[in-house]
C-alpha cells in the first residue's frame, strides 16, 4: 500500500510540472496573438461636419462613382487616446444624415483613418462626398474608432512581403 507522504510527494511533482507546462502553453499562445487582440479604442468627441474649402471641394464626385455632382464635407472632431502608446491605423466609424435622416452613406460606417493618435487629445478630421441633393446640415451619429499598437503594414503585389502568400492555397 502507497503511504500519505508517498502520495504527496507525487502530487507536489505533478502539480509542479502541470504548472510548467500551462506557463509554456500560455506564453505560445501569446506569441501567436493575432493583431486583431492588439486593437485600442479611442473616443471621439467635439465631432461636426463642415464644408470643406473651396480648394479641397475641387472635383469632388459621389462615393458610389457616378459623377453626379457632390458636396465636399470635412468631419472633424477630437480623437482622445487614454494609453501611455501611440495608436496607429485608427479606423473612424460613424453614420451619416442628411437632414430629413435619410442615410448618407448607406451601408457604409467606415470612413476613414485617423494615421496616429498620441496618447491624450489629437484633433482629426476626415473628407467625405455627399450627393449635392441632400438636405444640410449633416447629422452625425455613432461615431467611435479603434487602432492598433503598431503600424499596419499589408503586403502588396510586387512587395517583400508578397512572396509570403504566393504558395497558399487558402487564399
Known amino acids: 500500500m502507497v503511504e500519505t507522504a508517498q502520495i504527496s510527494r507525487w502530487g507536489r511533482r505533478l502539480l509542479g510540472k502541470g504548472a510548467a507546462v500551462i506557463a509554456m502553453l500560455i506564453l505560445v499562445m501569446a ?43 470635412l468631419i472633424s472632431g477630437v480623437a482622445t487616446n487614454t494609453t501611455s502608446k501611440v495608436v496607429y491605423d485608427a479606423d473612424v466609424f460613424g453614420r451619416v444624415y442628411d437632414n430629413s435622416h435619410n442615410s448618407v452613406m448607406e451601408n457604409r460606417t467606415r470612413l476613414g483613418l485617423i494615421p496616429e493618435v498620441p496618447p491624450g487629445d489629437t ?21 467611435r474608432s479603434s487602432g492598433f499598437g503598431s503600424a499596419v503594414r499589408l503586403a502588396l503585389p510586387g512587395s517583400e512581403f508578397d512572396n509570403d502568400f504566393e504558395n497558399d492555397e487558402d487564399f
Request: aromatic fraction near 6%; hydrophobic fraction near 40%; glycine fraction near 4%.
Open 123 to 143: 484633433d482629426f478630421s476626415i473628407r467625405i462626398s455627399v450627393p449635392a441633393s441632400l438636405d444640410p446640415p449633416l447629422i452625425l451619429e455613432q461615431f
Open 31 to 73: 506569441s501567436f496573438a493575432s493583431p486583431a487582440e492588439a486593437i485600442t479604442k479611442i473616443a471621439l468627441t467635439h465631432v461636426e461636419a463642415n464644408p470643406c474649402p473651396a480648394e479641397m471641394a475641387e472635383g469632388s464626385v459621389t462615393s458610389d462613382g457616378s459623377g453626379r455632382p457632390a458636396d465636399c464635407y
